[in-house]
């Protein structure tokens, strides 16, 4: 072996030395990745970290395409396995045989459609407003986004509480002053006052 390759065979362990040190999420997956792919033979862990690093300083920095492209991924991956689990249904005679693809099947397309979602959800994000009700002591979160289907109600006007009026109950006091009778003689009205 010659110096140089020496020299790049330590510096190439001192990284992997250095990333088995470090304790952060990049590091961890780096290592993680590595022991999934027969320890290193398949890939190298440093230029790994390097290739994590660069992702996630572009993520820092706004731009998140590389997230919308692993979604997008995943997402086909679970509708592929999602039919190719479909289409091993029948094939298979024993009920656990079918109960056990099927679940797997079920389980990919509900991953999907909430993969699918969270993509949705990271390209058009709601609006959230925190809002201190009246006569609460805490904070709500309340969502004012417009749904795209809006339904209208057939009945969306607010109608004003209203008296029941018929013609006899129309005025309960008639304003004037009742005759006396024998029991009590010198009732009187206490005041003329007009009501209508």
């Known amino acids: 072996m010659t110096i140089k390759s020496l020299n790049e065979e330590r510096s190439r362990q001192e990284k992997i030395n250095r990333s ?11 290592m993680a990745i590595n022991k999934l792919h027969d320890h290193g033979r398949l890939l190298d862990v440093p230029t790994l970290m390097d290739e994590l690093t660069k992702s996630s300083e572009r993520v820092i920095d706004g731009d998140i395409t590389e997230i919308e492209q692993i979604l997008m991924t995943q997402a086909k991956m679970l509708d592929y396995i999602f039919y190719d689990s479909l289409n091993h249904l029948a094939d298979l005679n024993m009920v656990n045989q079918v109960e056990a693809i099927s679940n797997i099947a079920f389980r990919a397309q509900s991953q999907c459609r909430k993969t699918l979602s969270t993509l949705a959800e990271l390209k058009h994000p709601r609006r959230v407003m925190f809002v201190k009700q009246q006569n609460n002591a805490v904070n709500q979160q309340i969502n004012n986004q417009e749904a795209s289907g809006s339904i209208e109600f057939e009945n969306s006007k607010k109608i004003a509480n209203k008296v029941v009026r018929e013609k006899h109950l129309e005025k309960m006091d008639t304003g004037r002053t009742l005759d006396t009778v024998s029991i009590n003689q010198k009732t009187e009205a206490v005041e003329i006052f007009n009501r209508s």
């Open 20 to 30: 088995k040190n470090n304790t952060n999420s990049l590091s961890s997956a780096a």
